[in-house]
């Protein structure tokens, strides 16, 4: 029988608002103070396995159904192993997970824990620039309806590691009830 652990869910590939030139020249990404950070980004299983297509080693992921990356040592901290030092750039662009795509877009659970909202990450310098901009505000609606469709509700039901909890620094932009309802009604889209 097909379990939730066995589906085969589409890659959601999202348009990213940082440009790519602006995010390989910041310090903020890709880049994380302790090992466990949460901010670590999640692949889900089909993005596992096109990043280790890529090149990236298989021991990067600790569950291959689906799991946050294991991060390796960098200065004074961790990097995430596809991240490359030496020109800045992430080895695995083309191919990086929904949940860097999204980024400074954050999915997370609001303060009472009852609804999934999606919220710009303050902690993203280009965003803090850009707040209220027409392209911040239109690149809203367009992620906003992706989040909400049915293929995407499913890879984040089926991933609800992408689902991040509560961060006072996200400036909450709306609710996601498509999302919350359906992880509401179902606990057997749980990886
Ligand atoms: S996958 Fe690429 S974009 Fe995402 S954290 Fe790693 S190096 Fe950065």
């Given amino acids: 029988m097909e379990t939730p652990k066995s589906r085969e869910l589409p890659v959601v590939v999202v348009e990213q608002i940082v440009p790519s030139k602006v995010c390989f020249a910041c310090d903020v990404c890709c880049r994380f103070p ?3 950070s949460a901010l670590r980004p999640y692949f889900t299983k089909e993005e596992i396995r096109a990043a280790v297509a890529r090149g990236l080693s298989p021991d990067a992921f600790p569950d291959h159904a ?3 990356v294991a991060v390796v040592p960098h200065g004074e901290g ?8 030496q ?16 980024y400074p877009v954050a999915v997370m659970w609001d303060h009472a ?6 919220g710009w990450d303050s902690k993203c310098p280009f965003i803090r620039d ?3 901009s027409p392209e911040s505000r239109a690149y809203v609606e367009r ?4 989040l909400e469709s049915k293929e995407s509700v499913k890879v984040l039901a089926c991933n609800s590691q992408l689902i991040g909890l509560f961060q006072d620094d996200v400036i909450v932009l709306r609710r996601l009830d498509r999302l ?8 057997s889209f749980e990886r």
Avoid at 87 to 94: S, V
Avoid at 180 to 187: I, V
């Fill in 78 to 85: 961790y990097r995430c192993p596809a991240f490359d030092p």
């Fill in 66 to 68: 689906g799991s946050k």
């Fill in 34 to 36: 302790e090992q466990d």
């Fill in 180 to 187: 919350t309802d359906t992880l509401r009604s179902s606990t």
């Fill in 143 to 146: 992620i906003a309806a992706l």
């Fill in 130 to 132: 850009n707040l209220d």
């Fill in 87 to 102: 020109t800045g750039h992430c080895g695995i662009y083309e191919d990086r997970p929904l949940d860097c795509r999204l």
């Fill in 113 to 118: 824990h009852s609804a999934v909202v999606m």
